[in-house]
């Protein structure tokens, strides 16, 4: 329900159609929170792969608007819903906790994503940016120097999606 206010209030209607569709789906209790949102969801029946297809796209567009929180919702509802083990949402949902200083995170789902896919640079990069984010700079050397043998041609740094923001107050 969290995500799909959030795809709603940045204007994602489909994608918050499809959010509310899949809470209610995963939980029926959920419909009267959903109807309190002047919205009712029409395809109860609709997989979980579909709804977190749909979660993903709506985090990748919450990322585009630069609305990182909405973002981390939406990967973390995909990924209960079945991207577990796609490295790639693991690393998109660590670039967003980045842009929001949310280091800790942010090592824990790059090192999630190099788990599940050892031989993709960017979740290397992405354990480099946040141990800098946290001042341990000879660990981001080594997640950096790792992710830079794998793929000489690219730059690791050039994959970061920050320069050094502020954490946000909480």
Request: aromatic share 8%; hydrophobic share 40%; charged share 20%.
């Amino acid at each position: 329900v969290r995500v799909g206010t959030a795809c709603l209030e940045i204007g994602l209607h489909q994608q918050a159609k499809s959010a509310f569709d899949a809470a209610t789906t995963l939980d029926p209790s959920h419909q009267a929170a959903i109807q309190g949102k002047g919205l009712t969801a029409l395809k109860l029946g609709e997989p979980a792969g579909e709804a977190s297809l749909q979660l993903v796209e709506c985090a990748r567009r919450g990322m585009e608007a630069q609305d990182f929180d909405a973002a981390i919702q939406a990967y973390s509802a995909a990924l209960e819903l079945g991207h577990k083990a796609d490295p790639k949402v693991w690393s998109n949902r660590s670039a967003a906790c980045l842009r929001l200083g949310r280091w800790e995170q942010a090592l824990s789902d790059g090192r999630r994503a190099v788990e599940l896919d050892p031989n993709w640079p960017r979740g290397y990069s992405r354990c480099g940016a946040a141990c800098e984010g946290m001042g341990e700079f000879e660990a981001a050397y080594w997640w950096y120097t790792k992710a830079r043998l794998m793929d000489p041609l690219s730059n690791p740094m050039n994959c970061l999606l920050y320069t050094s923001p502020s954490p946000r107050d909480s």
